[in-house]
Nanobody
Framework: QVQLVESGGGLVQAGGSLRLSCTAS????????MGWFRQAPGKAREFVAA????????YYTDSVKGRFTMSRDNAKSTVYLQMNSLKPEDTAVYYC?????????????????WGQGTQVTVSS
């Protein structure tokens, strides 16, 4: 079993930046594909970004391209989401997730393990 813990959320003004972290337990972190999803109140869970197990491939939803950067540090069993130029519409609970196999990185059902989420609030 993999346990994921997110951190780094908070309140920030529009145009500001935050860096989210997700640290995983276990011995096989480097074998997992990792994703970030978010969910705003009253909205469905939305794919944000993903990184392959090797760290060589990243994927982003169109609304965050050019603003968000996902990376991983397997030595620290941690993935990051650097969020710049934040907008009020980025306000949501952000979740990290781990997948053993990934046919489509944006498909939430591919992810077997989920963190508890961290709140990101962007004020105007």
């Amino acid at each position: 079993q993999v346990q994921l813990v997110e951190s780094g959320g908070g309140l920030v003004q529009a145009g500001g930046s935050l860096r989210l972290s997700c640290t995983a337990s276990g011995r096989t972190f480097s074998s997992y594909h990792m994703g970030w999803f978010r969910q705003a109140p009253g909205k469905a869970r939305e794919f944000v970004a993903a990184v392959s197990a090797s760290g060589t491939s990243t994927y982003y939803t169109d609304s965050v391209k050019g603003r968000f950067t996902m990376s991983r540090d397997n030595a620290k069993s941690t993935v990051y989401l650097q969020m710049n130029s934040l907008k009020p519409e980025d306000t949501a609970v952000y979740y990290c997730a781990a997948a053993i196999f990934a046919t489509y990185y944006s498909y939430s059902n591919n992810y077997a393990y989920w963190g508890q989420g961290t709140q990101v609030t962007v004020s105007s």
